[in-house]
């Protein structure tokens, strides 16, 4: 890592909500505020910046918890399954497609597009809008160790959709068009994500993420923990929305694309406007990592 300059003023504006993230994250020997203690005051005092560098290129995509009507059985057009994490998870995405872990009662419920299924594993988490009037809160339990394959950028390489419309809602406008070559689209990223029923959040809560506690709008960042302590606040300089987008953050979550020092995934909240926002979100930018003054 290399040392920088102390945090700008304008970082320190979004002190108190970086704060509040952080002490639910902390990790047990960081430190804490005294009580009363002014968070921009407490976080230049006890922090460090530094950046951490290695040789790929800095990116900084968004996700959020999408919200999908689903089924608690296979019925009518909900024919698209969720599963529990199996004892044994290793199975591609064509083999699960082709049945590998239908009839053993790992079914969470069903979905009627295979498409909004893929883009909820891409997520790791959401809301599902029973037929029976429940919500159910899914979060993130395993991932079949397949590596990740971006159909973004396969569909691009394959001249399904330029470079500069690819995206969340062109690739859905294409599958709708091409209804028989969804599977064999799908399939090209062998990756599959299962899923785990989340109870005692309230509707305001976010998505649990990888650090145990519930996903904050703008606050938290999924990030490569090789390279960034899971609860350490962040610094994120990049654009959002078209705007530039200096912010105090803290690092709550990862990803299974979320690999690399200067890579990271903005939650940008629940349901379809912060689908939008995030699915419109790659831009480069720098993280800065705020480690204590004695580290």
């Known amino acids: 890592m290399t040392q920088i300059p102390p945090l700008p003023d304008a970082a320190l504006s979004g002190a108190g909500a970086a704060l509040s993230a952080y002490l639910r994250t902390r990790p047990a020997d960081w430190p804490q505020p005294a009580p009363g203690e002014d968070a921009a005051a407490f976080l230049s005092a006890a922090f460090r910046p530094h950046r951490p560098k290695d040789d790929g290129t800095p990116l900084f995509t968004g996700y959020f918890e999408p919200e999908i009507d689903a089924s608690p059985d296979p019925v009518g057009r909900f024919r698209h399954p969720l599963y529990r994490l199996p004892p044994d998870p290793g199975h591609d995405h064509a083999a699960i497609l082709a049945g590998a872990l239908a009839g053993r009662g790992l079914e969470i419920a069903w979905l009627a597009d295979p498409v909004e299924r893929f883009f909820l594993q891409v997520q790791g988490s959401g809301r599902l809008r029973l037929t029976d009037g429940r919500v159910l809160r899914l979060g993130y339990a395993g991932q079949n160790g397949h590596p990740y394959r971006s159909l973004g950028r396969e569909m691009v390489a394959r001249g399904l959709i330029p470079q500069d419309r690819i995206g969340a809602d062109t690739m859905r406008a294409w599958f709708r068009d091409n209804p028989d ?7 090209l990223n062998p990756s599959w994500v299962y899923f785990r029923e ?6 305001d809560d976010g998505p649990i993420g990888t650090a145990g506690v519930p ?17 350490a606040p962040v610094l994120l300089n990049t654009t959002v ?15 299974g ?20 926002r995030a699915g ?16």
Do not use: K
Request: one cysteine or more.
């Open 215 to 231: 996903l904050v709008p703008m606050v938290s960042l999924a990030v490569d923990p090789a390279h960034v302590p899971l609860g």
């Open 241 to 255: 929305d078209g705007a530039p987008f200096l912010r105090l953050m803290v690092a709550q979550d990862t990803g």
């Open 181 to 187: 070559r969804v599977t064999e689209l799908l399939i």
């Open 257 to 276: 694309a979320i690999r690399g020092a200067q890579r990271g995934d903005i939650y940008f909240g629940t349901g379809a406007r912060a689908g939008l």
């Open 198 to 203: 989340l109870t005692g959040l309230g509707p």
């Open 280 to 295: 419109r979100q790659n831009a480069p930018g720098c993280l800065t990592v705020l480690l204590p003054r004695d580290m």
